[in-house]
């Protein structure tokens, strides 16, 4: 079975960093492109940064400069490093993954969905 597994959030202050982290168990992530995306209360989901089979990455440009996301294969695991963290990134974190490695930040390119991570900046 397929599964993605988000962890790393958590309730940080304006200008910290967090370290989130997405497992993947059921098949090979090195041949899969994965994203990280966010909801907040009242809003679509949105990508943040995604990462092709190559290791190249893609940011939205509200995180640029902020977000890194990195992979460790041997791990089968993805990360989103985040620093510089400001109120209006507090949201629901996820993690997901396709075959189809076109519009890497549109949550309608993928189709595998971890349960996601609670991310909280206070002011």
């Known amino acids: 079975q397929v599964q993605l597994a988000e962890s790393g959030g958590g309730s940080v202050q304006s200008g910290g960093s967090l370290r989130l982290s997405c497992a993947v168990s059921?098949?090979?992530?090195?041949?899969?492109?994965m994203g990280w995306f966010r909801q907040a209360p009242g809003k679509e989901r949105e990508g943040v940064a995604a990462?092709?089979?190559?290791?190249?990455?893609s940011y939205a440009d509200s995180v640029k400069g902020r977000f890194t996301i990195s992979q460790d294969n041997a791990k089968n695991t993805r990360y989103l490093e985040m620093n510089s963290l400001k109120p209006e990134d507090t949201a629901m974190y996820y993690c997901?993954?396709?075959?189809?490695?076109?519009?890497?930040?549109?949550?309608?390119?993928?189709?595998?969905w971890g349960q996601g991570t609670q991310v909280t900046v206070s002011s």
């Open positions: 059921g098949y090979t992530s090195s041949s899969v492109c």
């Open positions: 997901a993954a396709t075959y189809r490695c076109l519009q890497l930040l549109s949550r309608y390119e993928y189709h595998l």
């Open positions: 990462i092709d089979f190559n290791g190249r990455p």
